[in-house]
């Protein structure tokens, strides 16, 4: 990785080159003029902003975007191409606030291009946009137009009293002296480009690795890009946004190829990949449908471990428009498979070997061959519920979560069906409540805060009833729940609750539950 220093003049002249240009995976020029003027002045007083990332390759890709407005000159041959992976906002504002050579597109907006700096200001910031950028007061107004331009620059000056002249002096010899931070590394080996891309989306900068990929090796299928493009829009609502689009890969990968790895899949052509992309619809679909209507994931926020979807996929996926239901047996098996490894946490650290081994066994019962697939060890103890504490990040929490919904739990106080779809779509931690409310075992005094906030502590609670419980023991809060006994302990059954709760015995009420929800979890499970 090279780390430099170019002036605006240079970055203006190989943008005006053609030799930096910006990939089609960009999104497009989005600051709004304020943010422009804010950057420019952050430029002009010499404060401290973020670097632009350059790729440099030989290999052009084949369709690119315009840099803001403006279309870009085809580069000679002969050099590399710098592509512009982060900075492009800012590299878009110092080419459109400074350059003359280019016109822009028609029906482009370029009123933001036609920034001023305010002589004798007294503004914080001494750049602004007028209403008219054609009719100004010269010595009042100096069009950043002109500081790279030493014919209209000399013409405007020569007109103005000394004082005057010497700030717009001032002004154009701090441009032509700052230097804009550039980082720019070079590299054709594929899989390093997409780390250095995976790295870059870690700290929350606007690229997606899956559309750049695209873009470099199915380039030439343009409706091939645009199917992807929808099928990550359609899946948006279960959290693909958030999540990113090395899941979708990885689905992809799991479908086409029978393997989580996305690196062979990138290497498929365009073809290839069009043949097989109904049936990466139809898996990735099928397997969001069996979690939402058998295991209540209604949200990637709550799967336990991404590489299960991939998995699902492969299971599910068909060239038939309408595939044949699957066997009870097999359905059976793959829900069998599923908490299992959700409490064994199977992939919690990866798991590209396990994933594969799993993608192996799920085509042996798929296609009905004697399969492994529910062979690997699960050790499953109270201390589960006991040793860890509620995290929503965390698998285990994810899992106890899935377990809780398994017996469609009722709201404590009304006894009404706590809306599950609602709650776990969101995946907030608001909707999960201590069952010994925590400050009154704070005010104890007796236990520390993985006693207090172990999962055996938890369940799902109505935030209208939480608000009624408060900071209440479990003995008081027991009148506010049905007098009914048959009503009472139906509605406590439902969240794995002994009765014990409303005794104020945390200890003796942590052995028992956690007793309880260990035997669903063997039960899901089928572990003896």
Known sequence: MADTYRSIKELINDLERGRIRIPSFQRGFVWEPSRVSYFIDSIYKGFPFGSVLLWRTRNPLRTERNLGPYKLHDNDPEYPIDYVLDGQQRITSIFGIFQNSLTAEDGE?????????????????????????????????????????????????????????????????????????????????????ATVFERINRQGVELDTFQLLSVWNWSEDFDLQEKFRDLAEELEPFGFKQVGSDLLLKCCSAVVMNSADPEDFLELPGSAVREKFDEIHTGIFRAIDFLKDELNVFSLKLLPMENILAVLSSFFASSQKQPPPVPHEQYQAIKRWFWRACFSQRYARGGAKSTDVDLAEVQNLKAGKPHKLENFDVSLETRFFLENSFRMGSVATKTFILLLAQEKPLNFISGTKISLEDVLSQGNRKEFHHIFPKDYLEKLNRYKDEQINCLANFSLLARADNNKIKNKPPSQYRTLMPADSQTFHKIIATHFCPTNAFTDDYDSFLGLRAELLLQKAKELSQIV
């Open 109 to 193: 907006k370029t009123d933001w291009t036609h920034l001023f700096f305010e002589l004798n200001s007294k503004e914080s910031v001494p750049f602004q946009y007028l209403e008219d950028y054609t009719n100004y007061d010269p010595t009042k107004f100096f069009p950043l137009k002109y500081v790279f331009d030493a014919p209209k620059y000399r013409q405007v000056t020569r007109k103005l009293d000394e004082i005057i002249a010497q700030q717009i002096d001032d002004l154009v010899d701090r441009f032509n002296t700052a230097r804009i931070p550039v980082e720019r590394f070079e590299n054709e080996e594929r899989k390093y480009v």
